[in-house]
């Protein structure tokens, strides 16, 4: 891969993940050539640009200030994928489900170490995939619920 192309990539996911911060989600669609989730931890997939549009608004009813703080974005030559570590971070407003069992808001913030990898359309830098990974149960034990 080019160094332009890796470039943009890495440019791409840091716009991504600054415009989910700030709900811009017509903007954070645009970011992808066909919207798709793949969550790790839970196994769901939000497909498309409907299924994506649910799944933002879903995880934010429980944590509606729900950010990120990328800690680094690497991206190897022969690979369509960007790699990102960061930090997830909210506050506990709204009821969160994990497991069957639903959790009132308690207005406990959360931090939890988290990565993902984003999938690109060979030759673009438009996203095919955004799956993140991290533990079901690690926000539970970062608002102290576990």
Known sequence: MANDLRAARI???KDHMALECVHEWDKVLDTF???????????AVFDG???VMEYFHTSRAAFPDLRNDIIAVAAADDSDTVLVEFWLEGTHRGAFTVNGRTYEPTGRTFRVRMAASFEFAPGSDKIVCERPYSCQDAKLRSLGLL
């Open 11 to 13: 440019q791409t996911v």
């Open 33 to 43: 050539q066909h919207p798709r989730y793949e969550m790790h931890a839970s196994g």
């Open 49 to 51: 640009r409907q299924e």
